[in-house]
């Protein structure tokens, strides 16, 4: 049987795409621009970023930005 996902499942994937592949910066940007900031922002941020501080995710975006320089 085929399952279909609904509309917020699939948004959830596609950010999830972005995440995997590109700065969470430029993905905030991509975000916006599409204006994809309707919606319960509580539920979505706990599903992309689970138990995540601030500080945690600060340091992943500075291991990801440095890693990019390396490159």
Same mark, same amino acid.
């Given at each position: 049987?085929?399952? @279909?996902?609904?509309? !917020? =499942?699939? $948004?959830?994937? &596609?950010?999830? @795409? $972005?995440?995997?592949?590109?700065?969470?910066?430029?993905? %905030?940007?991509?975000?916006? %621009?599409? /204006?994809?900031? #309707? &919606?319960?922002? $509580?539920?979505?941020?706990?599903?992309?970023? &689970?138990? %995540?501080? @601030? %500080? #945690?995710?600060?340091?992943?975006?500075?291991?990801? =930005? !440095? #890693?990019? /320089?390396?490159?």
């Amino acid at each position: 049987m085929i399952q @279909v996902k609904n509309e !917020q =499942q699939v $948004l959830q994937e &596609g950010l999830q @795409v $972005l995440l995997s592949n590109m700065e969470p910066s430029k993905v %905030a940007r991509f975000w916006a %621009a599409c /204006h994809l900031g #309707s &919606g319960d922002y $509580l539920k979505l941020k706990d599903e992309l970023f &689970g138990q %995540a501080s @601030v %500080a #945690s995710l600060y340091s992943e975006i500075l291991e990801f =930005q !440095q #890693s990019e /320089h390396e490159a």
